[in-house]
């Protein structure tokens, strides 16, 4: 018994020992899966806090890509683009040359890359697009929207490169590329063409209405005489006909090319015409000082007054002017200034005859170096021993002549010098009134005008010293061998005229509201240093080389033994290549494209970018471009 009692009891002992030891070894089991288990769900957690930090940062590199686009399409500016949201940083990039890896270079000179970078703590997303310059209707070689509806049948030149024509094709004239068209008759159907691009005018056309609204010399004269600033003068000597008056008028046209600095007694800088100069006593004095046109009369029993206007006078641009004395005005205003051919202003103060300056020369250009000479043009001078009338000055502005006897307002009588500056060489200006008051000219150069009247051969015209860049004309300009620096705007309301070797430098815009005829010359000089040309009339190109953008918004284009590098976006309906024309670049038509030579060609290539420049074209992103990475 206690045998058996012993054994009984140490079994059971063992038994609670190996029962303690099972459960603290399922517990440690247990303690250890929990562990793993915990462990697990931290690293899952970190996972998923991981996954929403890079949605963020990819959404962040989305909006800063949306940011970078709408930038772009507002400015075309191609700078880098920096900001912070939502607790990250974004940085949008533009490569002109390479894609995103910067080995791989873009296949056209009007593309660019645009890079997103973005960045949240540690995780980085990166997108990007290309962008081209021009709407997607140049990503073809030809793209013909055929408003005439006329099947596509040239038997002549060449197409490289995929082109789209808006209708049947019948023809074998694309080398390399493929035809596509909406019905697939001769091609391949596309059934989504892109749109004919919209063309945003209103810079163009508000420039030609600038232009239009300027005066224009209404003359038969082809010259003018042009005066450097310096010492140039022409010199009329004392004419009798001017002295002891109670009245006279003096009208001309001028256009000043550099404003010079008063420093002249009087107030009056940039001298135009004079009667007397000191020590004679001066009699009348008509200049200009900033926007400001200014008169000095001296009359006898009177001090002497020096009257000044703002008229706006700027560089570079013409303008009429007209004078008008008379003692005896009934209104009591002795002194009239007409600008354009419009009253401006009138002045009481003198009172008196013009006859102190008796025996004292009268001049245009300079007085013997006591007032500061003009430096520009001047054009249809004309004096008057009586101070005629506001219609007839408004007259002589639009075209009338002096001469010419009007029964209106009779002033043909009473004119006591009349030069036209028809002469074109010498050194003698003829006074056509029959008085003999011929003028000498010393050191004044002549220089041809057109209707427009501005300088029109062998020279050279520099925007920058323009009113803000601009060239503005209004009348009909042929330029002859010369050459226009730019950056800038070139306008003519009118038709314009380039020819032999006339050669319109980088980054211009040509814009002309008639006729634009182009014939052995060059426009822009590679295609980063374009021209854009914008025409409402007729265009021809001939024998030329053109770099640029040209908008044909007339009737007609024609482009003849002329190569041409870049777009042609033509809204004219008769559309011609002939000779041996090169066009590498993209043609978009809005009818079709009649090529006349065998040796004509329409190649796809590279645009000028202008960037930075609004062409009235948008951008687009080219199609299946976007990138993540």
């Not at 600095?261 to 000082?289: A, K, R």
Request: hydrophobic share 35%; aromatic share 12%.
């Amino acid at each position: 018994m206690i045998k058996l009692k012993t054994l009984s009891n140490k079994l059971g002992s063992e038994s609670g020992a190996l029962l303690m030891a099972t459960t603290f070894g399922i517990f440690i089991m247990l303690s250890l899966f929990a562990f793993y288990l915990s462990r697990l769900v931290i690293l899952e957690s970190r996972n998923s806090g991981f996954h929403a930090l890079d949605i963020k940062t990819r959404n962040l590199a989305l909006t800063a890509m949306e940011h970078g686009l709408q930038s772009f399409k507002a400015s075309r500016n191609p700078e880098t683009i920096q900001g912070s949201f939502n607790r990250g940083t974004y940085t949008v990039v533009f490569d002109s040359l390479k894609t995103e890896s910067h080995q791989t270079n873009l296949p056209y000179s009007h593309y660019t890359t645009m890079k997103s970078i973005a960045k949240i703590n540690d995780v980085e997303r990166n997108t990007r697009v290309i962008l081209s310059t021009y709407p997607e209707a140049f990503c073809f070689s030809y793209y013909g929207n055929n408003t005439g509806s006329a099947t596509f049948s040239e038997s002549l030149g060449s197409i490289t490169g995929d082109m789209f024509f808006n209708g049947d094709v019948n023809t074998s004239i694309v080398s390399s590329g493929i035809i596509y068209n909406p019905t697939g008759s001769g091609g391949t159907q596309l059934a989504s063409p892109p749109i004919f691009p919209t063309l945003n005018t209103a810079e163009y056309e508000s420039l030609l209405l600038v232009a239009s609204a300027l005066p224009v010399i209404n003359s038969s004269s082809n010259y003018a005489l042009n005066f450097d600033g310096s010492n140039d003068v022409v010199n009329f000597g004392d004419m009798n006909e001017f002295n002891s008056k109670p009245e006279v008028s003096v009208s001309f046209w001028f256009m000043r090319q550099v404003d010079k600095p008063n420093n002249s007694n009087h107030g009056v800088s940039n001298i135009l015409f004079s009667h007397g100069s000191d020590p004679y006593n001066d009699n009348i004095e008509i200049g200009t000082d900033g926007a400001n046109v200014e008169i000095y009369v001296d009359c006898a029993n009177s001090d002497q007054y020096a009257s000044s206007y703002n008229a706006g006078i700027q560089n570079n641009i013409w303008y009429h002017l007209a004078f008008t004395y008379n003692k005896d005005d009934p209104d009591g205003n002795e002194g009239r200034l007409y600008i354009n051919g419009s009253y401006a202003q009138s002045w009481n103060h003198w009172g008196g005859n013009l006859d102190q300056a008796n025996n004292s020369p009268v001049s245009i250009g300079d007085t013997y170096h006591i007032e500061t000479p003009f430096d520009g043009y001047m054009d249809e001078l004309i004096i008057w021993n009586i101070a005629i009338s506001p219609l007839a000055i408004n007259e002589i502005y639009n075209g009338h002549n002096p001469l010419d006897n009007n029964a209106n307002y009779n002033e043909s009588s009473s004119v006591a010098g009349y030069w036209n500056f028809n002469e074109g060489n010498g050194s003698t200006l003829s006074d056509l009134s029959g008085n003999g008051n011929n003028g000498t000219i010393y050191g004044a150069t002549w220089v041809q005008i057109s209707e427009g009247n501005q300088a029109t051969s062998n020279t050279t015209i520099n925007l920058s010293s323009y009113t803000n860049n601009e060239f503005l004309n209004n009348g009909d300009l042929t330029l002859s061998n010369v050459t226009v620096n730019g950056p800038g705007v070139f306008v003519v309301y009118g038709n314009l005229t380039l020819e032999s070797n006339t050669i319109i430098n980088k980054n211009i815009k040509i814009i002309c509201s008639g006729n634009l005829t182009v014939s052995d010359s060059q426009l822009g000089t590679d295609l980063n240093s374009a021209v854009v040309i914008y025409s409402n009339g007729i265009a021809t190109y001939t024998n030329s080389t053109i770099y640029g953008l040209s908008i044909s918004n007339g009737s007609s284009i024609t482009l003849n033994n002329t190569t041409f590098y870049g777009g042609i976006l033509n809204y004219s309906s008769t559309f011609s290549l002939q000779g041996s024309t090169q066009i590498t670049g993209s043609v978009v038509s809005n009818y079709s494209l009649d090529f006349q030579g065998g040796s004509t060609s329409v190649s796809k290539g590279s645009l000028p970018p202008f960037f930075r420049l609004d062409i009235g074209l948008n951008s687009i992103v080219v199609p299946g471009s976007y990138l993540e990475y």
